[in-house]
């Protein structure tokens, strides 16, 4: 009897609301976008991780790598687009170059896109966590605070306990809330610009560098792979951007505010990079010795030596907004891996356990402590063996985000094949430009991970003459092929194409498990 | 009766519907609605990157999976569906799918949890119990054992009490849900005897005077209710003495705090709450339906 009226009462998914993504639905505007597309890049954060690093690379062309960088990070965005509205369902690299080009190569753009944000997420807590002792010995007038981040007994445990509680909160749920983030891209905007103003209006800039228009043009970096290096780098600090463009549903015209968000989000980060950078260039010069950007010990966190001697008290306000946006971006940036992991549990990439989600938080479970997990691994790893860890993570990391950039772009191209010719439109937005962006992409990858082998490569770190770039970047894609290959042993499914199916002519959703 | 049952698929959510089911079994039209609530997606924690899509498919399959399990839980003879929603509080969510489905009370399954000594119903019961405008009816592990070894029936109501006029309301209301399900009632009062008396003369006449308030009240409704007043140094103390039965289910009125219509827990009823091994039900006192 109860099976009988069990059957009048089947699950009302179809009125679960689900779909209709709750209350976000078109709420987003032009100014909103911004605000969430800057807060994804999270400026004050990457510029001080990435800056420095850059600078070693590219010396006074800075602000013209800074500029090129955002071209390929721009053609493969608009490949994400066409897959992003194609399958809306989808989502993530994983799912669209197994579409595209079978598992095996789906599954390796999964695994770049979980190694790049592991590797991301190690990198944000560190930051995080020297900023918040230099934040400490700012409030307290304790300068010996801030050098406790070098002592490793002290900086390793606190930047797990950061990881730990990132993971805890993002495992719960909680959301940012849309006050939150005003305030917070606000004031990471405000003190970057506050920065840039104080650095050229110096009484005593350390070596004062005229900023000329040659720093402007690209063609001045002095060889193809200072140029490749410098791409790879100043693509991780657009990393973030095309979330703008993905955002459909959520805004409150999905024919206008994408375009227009990303592109007011593109204007602003360009200027308040190129402010900064040339505020950078101006005030420090790109000396090797003392507070020049050239110097190596400057390099792995820029604000973290210039923000002193330039802002003088008001470098706690720095100090509190590159704490603040890399802690929430390490919060934010969470989710994705775990979500990622989870996906390719849930399609037999990976032993379903990842698959699980919490019944009360609607959050992955397993997933999301494999992440935390695999991030802080990372970053104990890294802080051992190198002696400029966060250097050389954000430069494989750069490595990384090429990788799966550049995979998924090509994935766009080879996935609408048979439709590339068929409209002015298509030329450009399906074909050439991811195919010139993914092309830019893997050569920039190849090129870099082919010097990175040298041993004085990146921060100069190295384990038996090969470089730690090369060895953090390639060593954990090979770790994929091998973690792949077991899992195609041990779960054949996914790789018979049982669970996604390559190609276009299907269900959207095709869960058939 | 119909009940919206708060489902999570665990152990929690599967309590729910056992005490859920006990509760609206034998009734009239005795169906459960059981809600799947998800936190709604707020764009500005944009998750990058990868995107929201593709874990919203997969979770609602996973919700459409856990709605097939949550309904083969429910027992024969009840009326059972799922609906599943995205809400952007979890409590005023289900509030608003309780009235919406025209629901007589709202289930939840749940944890004692102590913090400093204090019985602390968690977040979720936490507001329900001081806003919702629909009867809340909570679970823990014992109570259900209490359940279970009645074979899974309610045998009889306990309705909680003080001696003051709310009290009228309250017993009024059990009396008509112990009617609808054709089991006893019993009216019960708990004195701490340092709050009301100094002397022991005094105790006693107040413990007269509230009894005698107590029969009235009954004999007035017409109804026929077994009365115990307990006496104790301290509420926790009193409520440790009072005797239960398998299948017992304690009722409570809303404090006189609570707005018209809503529930509001008194901090007397958060201690009894604590103390109790049975299912709970708190009742907001001036509703006047069944």
């Known amino acids: 009897m109860s099976q009988e009226l069990r059957q009048d009462n089947p699950p009302e998914s179809n009125d679960s609301g689900l779909h209709e993504k709750g209350l976000s639905k078109g709420t987003v505007g032009v100014m909103g976008l911004v605000v969430i597309g800057i807060s994804c890049i999270a400026p004050a954060y990457t510029l001080t991780a990435g800056l420095g690093a850059t600078v070693a690379e590219v010396g006074t062309s800075l602000p013209a790598i800074l500029i090129a960088g955002f071209i390929p990070m721009l053609l493969v965005a608009l490949g994400y687009r066409e897959l992003n509205n194609a399958m809306p369902d989808s989502g993530t690299s994983f799912t669209w170059a197994t579409r595209a080009f079978g598992p095996m190569i789906g599954w390796m753009g999964g695994w770049g896109l979980i190694a790049a944000t592991v590797i991301v997420l190690s990198n944000l807590a560190a930051v995080a966590v020297d900023f918040f002792y230099i934040l400490i010995a700012q409030l307290t007038g304790q300068d010996w605070i801030a050098d406790l981040t070098k002592n490793l007994w002290i900086n390793i445990p606190t930047t797990l306990v950061f990881i730990a509680i990132a993971a805890y909160i993002s495992y719960r749920g909680m959301n940012a809330t849309k006050v939150f983030q005003y305030v917070l891209v606000g004031f990471q905007v405000g003190v970057l610009l506050l920065f840039a103003i104080m650095a050229f209006t110096s009484d005593a800039p350390f070596d004062r560098t005229p900023i000329t228009f040659e720093m402007f043009n690209p063609a001045g970096v002095e060889s193809f792979t200072a140029f490749a290096a410098g791409i790879s780098l100043s693509i991780f600090v657009f990393w973030g951007w095309d979330v703008t463009l993905t955002m459909n549903e959520e805004t409150t015209d999905p024919n206008k505010v994408p375009g227009r968000g990303a592109t007011w989000t593109v204007l602003i980060i360009i200027a308040l990079y190129l402010a900064v950078a040339t505020g950078v260039l101006y005030w420090a010069g790109v000396g090797t010795t003392g507070l020049g950007a050239g110097n190596p010990d400057n390099q792995e966190s820029i604000f973290a030596v210039l923000s002193g001697p330039v802002m003088g008290p008001l470098a706690i306000l720095m100090s509190l907004a590159i704490m603040s946006s890399s802690a929430a971006s390490l919060q934010s940036t969470m989710v994705s891996p775990a979500r990622t992991l989870l996906a390719m549990g849930y399609y037999k990439a990976l032993p379903s356990s990842f698959a699980k989600i919490s019944p009360r938080f609607m959050s992955p479970s397993v997933a999301t402590v494999a992440s935390a997990v695999a991030a802080a691994a990372f970053y104990v790893i890294t802080r051992l063996i190198s002696e400029n860890a966060l250097w050389d993570t954000i430069t494989a990391l750069g490595l990384m985000i090429c990788f799966y950039y550049g995979l998924t772009a090509l994935a766009c191209v080879w996935y609408f094949r048979d439709e590339l010719f068929a409209s002015a439109r298509n030329i450009i937005f399906k074909f050439l430009a991811p195919l010139v962006g993914g092309i830019i992409l893997l050569v920039m990858f190849f090129a870099t991970a082919i010097e990175s082998m040298k041993p004085s490569y990146g921060s100069g770190s190295n384990i038996g003459g090969v470089g730690m770039v090369f060895i953090l970047g390639v060593g954990v894609l090979l770790l994929g092929v091998i973690v792949m290959l077991y899992t195609r042993v041990k779960h054949p499914a996914f790789f018979k194409g049982e669970t996604i199916k390559t190609g276009k002519n299907q269900a959207q959703k095709n869960l058939s498990i | ?290």
């Open chain 2, 1 to 290: 009766m119909k009940l919206l049952v708060g489902y999570t698929a665990d152990e929690r959510g599967a309590e729910a519907i056992e005490l859920a089911s006990a509760v609206v079994a034998g009734t009239k039209n005795a169906s459960l609605q059981i809600a799947i609530v998800l936190p709604a997606a707020t764009p500005f924690s944009a998750i990058y990157p990868g995107g929201d899509h593709g874990y919203e498919s997969i979770l609602s399959a996973q919700v459409d999976a856990w709605a097939a399990q949550a309904l083969a839980l429910v027992p024969a003879g009840i009326n059972a569906s799922v609906v599943a929603r995205s809400v952007s509080s979890i409590a005023e969510g289900l509030i608003e799918l309780g009235q919406e489905f025209e629901a007589h009370g709202i289930v939840l399954g749940g944890r004692k949890r102590h913090v400093g000594g204090f019985f602390m119903p968690g977040n979720i019961t936490n507001a329900l119990l001081h806003s919702s405008p629909l009867a809340v009816f909570m679970s823990s592990p014992t109570s259900l054992d209490s359940l279970r070894n009645a074979g899974g029936k309610i045998t009889r109501l306990t309705c909680f009490v003080g001696d003051r006029p709310g009290a009228r309301a309250v017993i009024d209301l059990s009396a008509r849900i112990a009617e609808a399900r054709q089991v006893k009632l019993r009216v019960a009062t708990l004195v701490a005897h340092k709050d009301v008396a100094v002397t022991a003369e005094d105790l006693d006449a107040h413990v007269k005077n509230t009894r005698e308030h107590l029969v009235q009240v009954i004999e007035e409704l017409g109804i026929e209710a077994q009365i115990d007043i307990v006496i104790g140094g301290t509420i926790d103390a009193a409520s440790s003495q009072l005797s239960w039965q398998p299948g017992d289910l304690a009722l409570l009125g809303s404090s006189r705090l609570a707005a018209n219509r809503r529930l509001f827990i008194g901090p007397k009823a958060q201690r009894i709450l604590g103390n109790l091994n049975v299912p709970i039900g708190v009742i907001p006192t001036l509703e006047t339906t069944r």
